[in-house]
């Protein structure tokens, strides 16, 4: 078994990827890194200040007062500090998501948080999520993930949770705010959403959370040496 590892989970929103990265991190012992949650924060903070997230240079000039933190509870949720303030819930917010996807095609914002994420990948065993990690993030990672399912599979899923946070939105909404996001992760010129060379591929629109959660616990534990 290797003394440090790292698995990356990339894929489109609503494949399951955090809340399947999570239990797996716990059931291994190792920590999950949120790198959406990192580039949600950035959104956030462009959306505070008032800027416009696809004015790019703009959004460069307002990097060097950003001082994004995280830290991980015991039960290894993480958190996001902006600027010192706990941001976990407010990056959640519906209209962050698109103010992260719009920063996020920006190269200097990849540039401003890859190394603090490449660091994390050095020190400790990880299982990372976002749209690049096993592209560009971690090429060397121990396992890599493609978690994908059928957009109206993932528009449910996102309704159910939004529903659950109590910030409802209806079906089509959702849907559509799916697709256009999907599009632009996966259209950008820098770190586009695609699967790695060799990226396992798992669809997860026919699996429930169990049967997800098993089959990625297998892959990584052959690939590890578990
Ligand atoms: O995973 P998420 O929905 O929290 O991510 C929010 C946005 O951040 C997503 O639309 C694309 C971007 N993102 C990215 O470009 N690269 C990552 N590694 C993670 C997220």
Do not use: C, N, W
């Not at 190394?115 to 090429?139: C, F, H, N, W, Y």
């Not at 849907?175 to 992760?185: G, S, V």
Request: aromatic share 6%; proline share 4%.
């Amino acid at each position: 078994m290797k003394k440090i590892y790292s698995v990356a989970v990339d894929g489109p929103s609503g494949a399951g990827k955090s809340t399947l990265a999570k239990a797996i991190a716990r059931e291994l012992g190792i920590v999950y890194v949120d790198t959406g949650a990192m580039y949600r924060s950035i959104g956030l903070h462009i959306r505070e200040k008032g800027i416009d997230p696809q004015d790019a240079a703009a959004v460069i000039a307002a990097l060097p007062e950003i001082h994004i933190d995280m830290d991980y509870s015991d039960d290894g949720t993480q958190h996001m500090y902006l600027g010192g303030r706990d941001v976990s819930t407010e990056i959640r917010l519906p209209e962050i998501s698109m103010y992260a996807s719009h920063v996020s095609a920006i190269p200097q914002v990849r540039a401003f948080l890859m190394e603090m994420q490449r660091s994390i990948a050095r020190e400790k065993s990880v299982i990372m999520d976002g749209r690049d990690i096993g592209t560009v993030v971690l090429p060397d990672a121990d396992v890599k993930i493609f978690l994908f399912a059928d957009v109206k599979v993932r528009a449910l899923r996102r309704m159910k949770e939004l529903e659950e946070r109590g910030t409802p939105k209806s079906y089509d909404e959702v849907l559509q705010e799916m697709e256009q996001r999907d599009y632009q992760d996966s259209h950008r010129e820098t770190a586009p959403l695609r699967p790695a060379d060799d990226a396992i591929m798992v669809d997860t629109s026919d699996l429930d959370f169990a049967g997800s959660r098993d089959l990625l616990l297998d892959v990584i534990k052959g690939s590890v040496g578990q």
